[in-house]
């Protein structure tokens, strides 16, 4: 094996004894390279035995060249029986012979590492791979790069921290020193495997139930780690671990947990396999033609006061589209729902969370246009297309800058001459202390908000009316 020299047999030969599988015990060599890890484990079982095996001989060879040569080879500290080890339970553990590959392979392969609990032995095979390929195939999605990623229990922490102080005290009985950077972390190991890339994600949750009492030690030894979260099951979650076996003293973790951990009898169990596309956010400009329609629905206290609302006007045909599973709208301000929007029409933009179907030709879009325009006569879109993320933030921007022009016909009770409403003209950058209205205050809170009327414009009309022009900062009601 190319990319371990002398200096790690001394680890390959410990790891194994205690029941390290190939890819872990590749890990702790600080072996980096992907290609390595993507071998079969048979292989990689092979090709470790092998490397031993061709240590050893040079071993023997210097000991015949010298006078009384001291033994090289590192045995477990208490391994009184050549090659036959105990492991942590007490059992005896045999060591194949390089030479007896048949055996080796049987052994190896029933053995559940002591350090991934099976993770990158079952679950980094052929067989595996083509699960998780069967289950994107399956949910058919549109995608043309992907990221994969692992949900690891919190225990594989606690169990890596044990096998690096392990080899840690190994290593310094032989003059070398092992930092905990230097270890390919397992999650790493694993993302090669599948060879990842970016955008569409595919997940993997793994679970270990005979194993999960294995981090409540850390509880008692660094109680302000572990504290209730909203939406956790758990307060053991793998950051709170890792924050803990920061804290910890090693030989505070040693009292409580063996070294070199034991092996279970059950592999991890992969919970289950999730698909997931990016979000694609489409934008554009509506119309409202309706003086009966809100932007959003209107539901008040789990009552819905209106059947439909420009939202969903919109959503229901890019939903279907896109083969989303929910939608987020956002707009460039609102309007009430007895106003119309007309002109240019006012900008919009929904996100649709997970979709199926991202590519979409302009020549499509258009088509999609014109199916929600031919669905109803309340509502017209235009400008519909497809946008990134960071268009919505600059839609956004500002809104509290934007200015707004009105003009309102006045009736008044008295008798009125020109002269009486001059004064309006004068008024510049009125500030006004603005409650929240009634009639939204059950989706926004009771506040007092600053809004200022820039400027006022009158034009007399008859001694009972004149017109008013307003230009307010947005949001002035």
Same mark, same amino acid.
């Given at each position: 094996?190319?990319?371990?020299?002398?200096?790690?047999?001394?680890?390959?030969?410990?790891?194994?004894?205690?029941?390290?599988?190939?890819?872990?015990?590749?890990?702790?060599?600080?072996?980096?390279?992907?290609?390595?890890?993507?071998?079969?484990?048979?292989?990689?079982?092979?090709?470790?035995?092998?490397?031993?095996?061709?240590?050893?001989?040079?071993?023997?060879?210097?000991?015949?060249?010298?006078?009384?040569?001291?033994?090289?080879?590192?045995?477990?500290?208490?391994?009184?029986?050549?090659?036959?080890?105990?492991?942590?339970?007490?059992?005896?553990?045999?060591?194949?012979?390089?030479?007896?590959?048949?055996?080796?392979?049987?052994?190896?392969?029933?053995?559940?590492?002591?350090?991934?609990?099976?993770?990158?032995?079952?679950?980094?095979?052929?067989?595996?791979?083509?699960?998780?390929?069967?289950?994107?195939?399956?949910?058919?999605?549109?995608?043309?790069?992907?990221?994969?990623?692992?949900?690891?229990?919190?225990?594989?922490?606690?169990?890596?921290?044990?096998?690096?102080?392990?080899?840690?005290?190994?290593?310094?009985?032989?003059?070398?020193?092992?930092?905990?950077?230097?270890?390919?972390?397992?999650?790493?190991?694993?993302? *090669? !495997? $599948?060879?990842?890339?970016?955008?569409? +994600?595919? /997940? &993997?949750?793994?679970?270990?139930? =005979?194993?999960?009492?294995?981090?409540?030690?850390?509880?008692?030894?660094?109680?302000?780690?572990?504290?209730?979260?909203?939406?956790?099951?758990?307060?053991?979650?793998?950051?709170?671990?890792?924050?803990?076996?920061?804290?910890?003293?090693?030989?505070?973790?040693?009292?409580?947990?063996?070294?070199?951990?034991?092996?279970?009898?059950?592999?991890?169990?992969?919970?289950?396999?999730?698909?997931?596309?990016?979000?694609?956010?489409?934008?554009?400009?509506?119309?409202?033609?309706?003086?009966?329609?809100?932007?959003?629905? *209107? !539901? $008040?206290?789990?009552?819905?006061?209106? +059947?439909? /609302? &420009?939202?969903?006007?919109?959503? =229901?045909?890019?939903?279907?589209?896109?083969?989303?599973?929910?939608?987020?709208?956002?707009?460039?301000?609102?309007?009430?729902?007895?106003?119309?929007?007309?002109?240019?029409?006012?900008?919009?933009?929904?996100?649709?969370?997970?979709?199926?179907?991202?590519?979409?030709?302009?020549?499509?879009?258009?088509?999609?246009?014109?199916?929600?325009?031919?669905?109803?006569?309340?509502?017209?879109?235009?400008?519909?297309?497809?946008?990134?993320?960071?268009?919505?933030?600059?839609?956004?921007?500002?809104?509290?800058?934007?200015?707004?022009?009105?003009?309102?016909?006045?009736?008044?009770?008295?008798?009125?001459?020109?002269?009486?409403?001059?004064?309006?003209?004068?008024?510049?950058?009125?500030?006004?202390?603005?409650?929240?209205?009634?009639?939204?205050?059950?989706?926004?809170?009771?506040?007092?908000?600053?809004?200022?009327?820039?400027?006022?414009?009158?034009?007399?009309?008859?001694?009972?009316?004149?017109?008013?022009?307003?230009?307010?900062?947005?949001?002035?009601?």
């Amino acid at each position: 094996m190319s990319s371990l020299t002398e200096k790690d047999s001394p680890v390959v030969q410990l790891l194994m004894n205690t029941g390290t599988c190939p890819r872990c015990i590749l890990r702790f060599c600080c072996v980096g390279s992907q290609v390595i890890y993507r071998r079969p484990y048979k292989d990689l079982m092979k090709d470790l035995k092998e490397f031993l095996k061709n240590n050893e001989e040079k071993e023997v060879t210097i000991c015949f060249d010298e006078v009384d040569p001291p033994c090289k080879r590192i045995r477990l500290e208490h391994t009184e029986e050549g090659r036959d080890d105990l492991n942590h339970n007490g059992a005896l553990q045999q060591i194949p012979s390089a030479n007896d590959d048949d055996t080796a392979m049987k052994n190896s392969i029933v053995k559940i590492c002591n350090v991934c609990l099976g993770i990158l032995q079952e679950f980094c095979e052929a067989d595996f791979v083509k699960k998780v390929c069967q289950k994107v195939k399956s949910a058919d999605y549109q995608f043309t790069s992907f990221v994969f990623s692992v949900s690891l229990p919190p225990q594989l922490s606690v169990r890596e921290r044990a096998a690096w102080l392990l080899v840690k005290q190994e290593m310094g009985k032989l003059g070398l020193s092992l930092a905990k950077d230097d270890i390919v972390q397992l999650k790493e190991a694993y993302k *090669w !495997i $599948i060879h990842p890339q970016f955008l569409f +994600e595919v /997940s &993997v949750v793994f679970a270990h139930p =005979e194993t999960e009492e294995e981090c409540r030690f850390l509880a008692t030894a660094c109680p302000d780690c572990f504290k209730p979260a909203k939406n956790k099951q758990s307060v053991f979650t793998r950051m709170a671990v890792i924050k803990a076996l920061e804290k910890i003293k090693e030989e505070d973790f040693l009292k409580h947990f063996p070294c070199p951990p034991s092996s279970p009898k059950n592999l991890c169990v992969a919970l289950e396999i999730q698909c997931n596309n990016g979000a694609i956010f489409v934008a554009g400009r509506y119309n409202k033609y309706s003086r009966n329609l809100p932007q959003t629905p *209107w !539901i $008040i206290d789990g009552e819905r006061k209106l +059947e439909s /609302s &420009v939202e969903e006007l919109i959503s =229901e045909h890019l939903m279907a589209a896109f083969k989303a599973d929910s939608f987020n709208f956002s707009s460039s301000g609102r309007e009430d729902v007895d106003v119309r929007t007309l002109g240019n029409g006012r900008p919009f933009a929904i996100e649709l969370v997970n979709p199926r179907r991202i590519h979409f030709t302009a020549e499509e879009m258009k088509g999609l246009q014109q199916t929600i325009n031919n669905s109803s006569d309340k509502i017209q879109v235009r400008d519909l297309q497809l946008v990134t993320r960071e268009a919505i933030g600059r839609m956004k921007e500002g809104e509290e800058e934007k200015t707004k022009t009105y003009s309102a016909l006045v009736w008044t009770d008295e008798a009125i001459q020109k002269e009486d409403i001059a004064f309006l003209d004068d008024i510049k950058e009125l500030k006004l202390d603005q409650k929240t209205p009634l009639r939204v205050l059950h989706r926004r809170p009771l506040a007092v908000r600053c809004r200022i009327i820039h400027t006022m414009k009158c034009e007399y009309i008859d001694e009972h009316h004149f017109r008013l022009h307003l230009k307010t900062q947005a949001g002035t009601y």
